[in-house]
Each structure stands twice: as C-alpha cells, then as structure tokens.
C-alpha cells in the first residue's frame, strides 16, 4: 500500500478517534454540569426548608417558654392562696395546657436522597447532621406525646373540667372556657397537682424545642456554607 494511502487511512482514523472522544468528553461535561445543577437546586431547597423548620421550632419554643412561665405563675398564686383574676387566670391556664406543635419538614431531604445525588455533596458534615437530624425526629419529639397524654388524662377528668371551666366542648372538640372557679382552685389538690405536672410536662417540652433549635441553627449555617461554594 502506498505510503501517502496509509497516512491518510491513519489520518482519518485519529479524526474518527478524536471525534469520539470529543463527543464522550461533551457529554460527561453535560452531565456533570446537570448534576451540579440538580445538586444546587437541591441545597437551595433544602435551605428554605430549613429555614422554614426555623421559623417553627423558634414560634414552638416561645409557647413552650410561655407555657412553663405560666404554669410557675400559677403555682405561685395557689400556693399563696392569692386572689387571681379571671382574665388572667384564663391566659395563663391557656398558655400552661396549650402548646405550639412543631412539624418538621423532609419533602427537600427525601428528595435529595430519592435522587441518588446525595452522594454528590462535598460537604460530609451536612450529610452526617441531616441523615441524623431525619433519623432520630421522633425520639426527640417524645416530650410532646408525653404533653398530649397528659391533656387527654386530665380533659377526661370532671374535677379539672369544671375547675378549669372547660366541661364545656365546642367545635372540633376544643375546649371553651366557662365561668372560671377559680377561687377554688387553691383548695383541690387535684388540680394544683395537675398545674404542676403540665408545668414539668411544657419543661420537657422546651428542652426539646432548645434542642431542635440548636440542631436547626447548625444545620441552617452548613447549608448557606455549601451553598456559598
């Protein structure tokens, strides 16, 4: 065969070859700047959940704080066996019994690790809080189904409903405040007892929700970290 016949058979071969490897370089540089791209979506939707979680653990740990200041305020008044007024008696009761839920907020997270990308994160720290922040939610949220037994245990109680003016039910089940006895207050055992325990009941409450917040806060700062990257 002719020598210029082979150059340009080696030629063309080097163009076929190049032309190849262009080909599968263009399209690992798309997928890899798809999947930066899907990453970063991901890290920006994670960042406003948790920013919303934020906003809820921080509107959880002010009722709570409310509730357990309540509940010593009331205490105080019994035990000293002063004249409350009912407004406030009322509030307070309120703020002791009730208690801001606070609901988390996964759907980003699922969504990360549905998408197989949450290998893709550089960030090993972020993945280590997150994974732990999902798994353990519920454990650290058994203060609050401790709150709820409590209020199923003492709505059912015909001594704390009266005192508390709640025998009364309205809509959806909730308790309407009637007329409050609280002059008798002092005097029953059961229901300066059942302050106390709702009291330590919101305690647990907001040690949680300190918790949650923290864990939160931390999270938050990792994610505009990575995503300040």
Not at 101 to 106: D, R
Not at 115 to 128: H, T, V
């Given at each position: 065969m002719d020598r210029p016949v082979l150059i340009r058979m080696f030629s063309e071969g080097l163009l076929i070859v190049a032309s190849i490897l262009l080909a599968l370089s263009a399209d690992a540089w798309m997928d890899s700047r798809n999947q930066t791209a899907q990453l970063e979506s991901h890290v920006a939707a994670l960042g406003r959940d948790f920013d919303t979680m934020?906003?809820?653990v921080n509107a959880s740990n002010n009722a709570a704080d409310r509730g357990v200041d309540a509940g010593r305020q009331l205490s105080i008044f019994m035990q000293e066996g002063s004249e409350i007024d009912s407004e406030l008696a009322r509030e307070l009761l309120w703020h002791l019994v009730f208690y801001e839920?606070?609901?988390?907020?996964?759907g980003a997270y699922q969504a990360l690790?549905?998408?197989?990308?949450?290998?893709?994160?550089?960030?090993?720290?972020?993945?280590?809080?997150?994974?732990?922040?999902?798994?353990?939610?519920?454990d650290v949220r058994a203060s609050e189904k401790l709150l709820l037994e409590t209020q199923i245990a003492f709505f059912s109680s015909n001594t704390f409903s009266q005192l508390a003016g709640w025998h009364?039910?309205?809509?959806?089940?909730?308790?309407v405040a009637g007329d409050f006895p609280v002059d008798q207050w002092s005097g029953s055992d059961e229901f300066m007892s059942a302050v106390g325990i709702y009291t330590v009941r919101q305690a647990d409450v907001l040690e949680d929700y300190k918790y949650l917040k923290n864990r939160i806060q931390s999270i938050v700062a990792i994610i505009a970290s990575e995503a300040s990257n």
């Open positions: 934020l906003e809820r839920v606070f609901t988390a907020s996964p690790v549905a998408s197989g990308n949450l290998e893709l994160l550089q960030n090993d720290r972020l993945k280590i809080e997150l994974a732990d922040f999902f798994g353990s939610f519920e009364r039910m309205g809509q959806a089940g909730i308790p």
